[in-house]
């Protein structure tokens, strides 16, 4: 009989054992070293991905978001700040793209890329000047590139002053394209552009004329009424002398 006590409470005494054991590696671990850090990377890694797909989906508002978080990190800092800074210029939110590409332009001034955006930003914001000084440096620096050569005559023709201003320009950038890129599909588009200006042009000039050729009818009419006036005055002070 007492064997059988004895026996039970070593059973009764192992379950606890292995319970204790059990809860204990589940409810406490090891901690291991760097671990929480590692935790918190992923998590932060899991922001720009998250950001990414959104992006892919052209969901720039909510990858902007993710972006902003992913940028808490400062190892993923630049990059999501890049990011985020395209994810305005699709907005056409301009207010936040300038500053954020113009600071990314002082940390590397020598990218094609980011002088681009820029360019663009200026131009869309109405800053053609600006855009035009750096389409100019762009093309110096790669005179056969198609996207800068389209952008820069854009540029140029985005206004009739401009067109006015700039057309020997416009038809050397014209003619760049067509000889280069026989196939570009906005060459219609520049073409009609200029067509249109002209026309403007030519219509204005006309109006100048025919208010011009008005004028000088309406003077010369004036003028004869004033010989006139002085004739009949003339002779009726000759008929009084007489």
């Known amino acids: 009989m007492k064997n059988k006590i004895l026996f039970s409470k070593v059973c009764f005494f192992s379950i606890l054992i292995n319970i204790f054991l059990i809860s204990g590696c589940v409810s406490k671990p090891v901690p291991i070293p760097g671990e929480k850090n590692i935790h918190i990377q992923n998590i932060y890694i899991e922001y720009s991905n998250i950001a990414d797909k959104y992006f892919e989906l052209e969901d720039y508002n909510n990858a902007a978001k993710y972006y902003k978080l992913a940028m808490e990190n400062k190892n993923l800092?630049?990059?999501?700040?890049?990011?985020?800074?395209?994810?305005?210029a699709l907005l056409s939110d301009w207010k936040n793209a300038l500053p954020m590409f113009e600071k990314l332009l002082k940390r590397d001034k020598d990218n094609h890329s980011i002088k681009a955006s820029l360019a663009y930003i200026y131009a869309m914001q109405g800053d053609t000047k600006k855009a035009l000084d750096i389409y100019k440096e762009l093309l110096e620096e790669d005179s056969l590139n198609e996207k800068y050569l389209e952008n820069y005559l854009a540029?140029?023709?985005?206004?009739?002053?401009?067109?006015?201003?700039n057309q020997e320009e416009i038809e050397k950038i014209y003619e760049q394209i067509e000889t280069n890129?026989?196939?570009?599909?906005?060459?219609?588009?520049?073409?009609?552009?200029?067509?249109?200006?002209?026309?403007?042009?030519?219509?204005?000039?006309q109006d100048n004329y025919e208010v011009d050729l008005n004028n000088n009818s309406e003077n010369s009419k004036k003028s004869d009424n004033d010989a006139k006036e002085e004739n009949e005055e003339s002779s009726e002070n000759v008929t009084e002398k007489k």
């Open 181 to 205: 890129f026989p196939d570009n599909t906005n060459l219609k588009i520049f073409d009609s552009t200029k067509t249109k200006y002209l026309e403007e042009i030519k219509s204005a000039n």
């Open 155 to 165: 540029v140029l023709l985005s206004s009739k002053d401009s067109f006015v201003e």
């Open 77 to 88: 800092y630049w990059q999501s700040y890049y990011k985020l800074a395209k994810c305005y």
